[in-house]
């Protein structure tokens, strides 16, 4: 929020302007054009902003969705613009986790691992039908919603989703984060 009036309007009890036959001074006069352009916001919306700009995302691709997420770090969808162009492949530098694919029952204790291994705060976004519902593949294999092993925040719809569709899911994501909402670990419990 930029200040709309100068500071000695919004109840500043200074010297200077408790004196009334003394004029502005240099430094008064210097602040003057700055006070108008002045941002102020909170500590916790500051850090918000910072979480959303500063996203890494660590990769768990399992099917024929993550040749769809690969393709948002090419120069057509460009993910750099977010600042999460670095995928990490070690789940201690990463806060985001993108599960693409299809997740079978043998692949679950790896991918609460993974999990279990990222700093907080983390996000998850369950890719994809398998990866959000076990898509067409109801059967004793593929497990049935990665959201039995992890808390999931944003899903993406799609067999498979097109990358502007994760996009939009990123996005998403850092629009709650921006607007405070915390990430689903603190929120639910994994399903049963």
């Known amino acids: 929020m930029a200040v709309d009036k100068p500071l000695r309007d919004l109840g500043l009890k200074s010297e200077r302007v408790l004196w009334p036959t003394k004029g502005p001074g240099k430094f008064e006069t210097e602040v003057d054009n700055l006070e108008q352009r002045v941002g102020l916001t909170t500590l916790g919306k500051a850090v918000a902003w910072a979480h959303s ?9 399992l099917a024929c969705c993550a040749m769809e997420m690969m393709a948002i770090v ?10 999460m162009e670095a995928f990490r492949s070690s789940p201690r530098q990463a806060d985001l986790l ?23 705060p983390k996000w998850v976004i369950a890719m994809g039908a398998c990866a959000s519902s076990g898509g067409m593949f109801n059967n004793y ?22 990358p502007e569709q994760l996009m ?16 689903a670990y603190e929120l639910r419990p994994v399903a049963s």
Request: with cysteine; hydrophobic share 40%; net charge positive.
């Open 141 to 162: 294999t593929i497990l049935q919603s990665v959201d039995k092993i992890v808390p999931v925040d944003i899903y993406v719809p799609g067999c498979p989703p097109r």
């Open 98 to 120: 993108i599960v693409s694919g299809r997740v079978a029952h043998k692949m679950a204790p790896p991918l609460r691992q993974i999990y279990d291994q990222m700093l907080e």
């Open 53 to 61: 700009k500063s996203m890494w995302p660590d990769t768990f691709g």
């Open 74 to 83: 090419s120069s057509r969808y460009d993910i750099a613009r977010f600042g």
């Open 168 to 183: 939009e899911g990123i996005l998403r994501l850092h629009e709650a984060v921006q607007a405070g909402v915390p990430p």
